[in-house]
């Protein structure tokens, strides 16, 4: 059954500007809210939003950031969308590219980078909010199952006996 009593108030612990080591818990492709069909190319009706969680230890594990880039792979160097791929997919050739969205998915998704952050004011004046600012190589290594488990499907950590 629907809940539609007054909603609890959460309180989210603000991530400071700093660099974190993370992974990539998804990716999705959401409409553009900044698309003009009238001067912008059928390419910009999209954007990415990435979604990637704190792995290192700490008091910021498990809190997740998001990240948005163009939905279209480019030659630019400052295409956000190649840079990331570049970073996370070492077999990456823009030749090649990929042949569609899931083997896109497959070979991005729980894959290890580092992200640079910096606090930004928001617009309402309601706070502030965590920006990632940068995409850097891993230097914790590959994700393990465990920590997927943990940190991106939310199981329980057990120890052994």
């Given at each position: 059954?629907?809940?539609?009593?007054?909603?609890?108030?959460?309180?989210f612990k603000p991530i400071p500007a700093d660099i974190f080591e993370v992974f990539i818990d998804s990716v999705?492709?959401?409409?553009?809210p900044f698309y003009n069909p009238d001067t912008d190319s059928d390419g910009k009706r999209e954007q990415l939003v990435w979604t990637f969680i704190i792995r290192e230890d700490?008091?910021?594990?498990?809190?997740?950031l998001r990240y948005y880039t163009g939905a279209s792979l480019g030659r630019h160097p400052r295409n956000k969308l190649t840079g990331l791929v570049k970073v996370v997919d070492?077999?990456?050739?823009?030749?090649?590219?990929?042949?569609?969205?899931?083997?896109?998915?497959?070979?991005?998704v729980n894959k290890p980078l580092r992200v640079t952050t910096e606090?930004?004011?928001?617009k309402?004046?309601?706070?502030t909010y965590a920006k990632?600012?940068?995409?850097?190589?891993?230097k914790m290594g590959e994700v393990s199952g465990a920590e997927i488990l943990t940190l991106g499907m939310g199981a329980a950590e057990t120890t052994d006996f």
């Open positions: 059954m629907p809940n539609v009593s007054v909603p609890p108030k959460t309180e999705e492709a959401i409409p553009n700490g008091e910021y594990k498990g809190s997740r070492k077999d990456f050739d823009i030749e090649v590219a990929y042949k569609n969205w899931d083997e896109f998915v497959d070979r991005l606090v930004v004011e928001r309402d004046g309601e706070g990632v600012s940068g995409i850097l190589p891993s």
